[in-house]
């Protein structure tokens, strides 16, 4: 079946980094655009970065300048590099694999950032 595993999440100081990673399986990954969202304690689930399966990259304007998607189709892995982070990027951050007719979700990876 089709998982999506993500990790590396935890607790960091602001000004902080950390590199979240999603391990995929049961797709033919290549195929499948891909991206990360976050949702915090109230709040609705947000788009932080989405790359499609050519490589085109878009973000959140909260996190521009800030944060990079990448994607290995040889490990069937994105990765997300977050850097100076904030408190107000606290949340649980999930992986997302979508294609036509096809939409999957991680169990998610906390991020807390602490001020």
């Known amino acids: 079946q089709v998982q999506l595993v993500e990790s590396g999440g935890g607790l960091v100081q602001a000004g902080g980094s950390l590199r979240l990673s999603c391990a995929v399986s049961?797709?033919?990954?290549?195929?499948?655009?891909m991206g990360w969202y976050r949702q915090a304690p109230g709040k609705q689930r947000e788009l932080v970065a989405t790359?499609?399966?050519?490589?085109?990259?878009n973000y959140a304007d909260s996190v521009k300048g800030r944060f990079t998607i990448s994607r290995d189709n040889d490990k069937n892995t994105v990765y997300l590099q977050m850097n100076r982070l904030k408190p107000e990027d606290t949340a649980l951050y999930y992986c997302?694999?979508?294609?036509?007719?096809?939409?999957?979700w991680g169990q998610g990876t906390q991020v807390t950032v602490s001020s």
């Open positions: 997302n694999g979508r294609i036509v007719l096809a939409d999957y």
């Open positions: 049961g797709l033919i990954f290549r195929l499948y655009d």
């Open positions: 790359i499609t399966r050519g490589g085109s990259t």
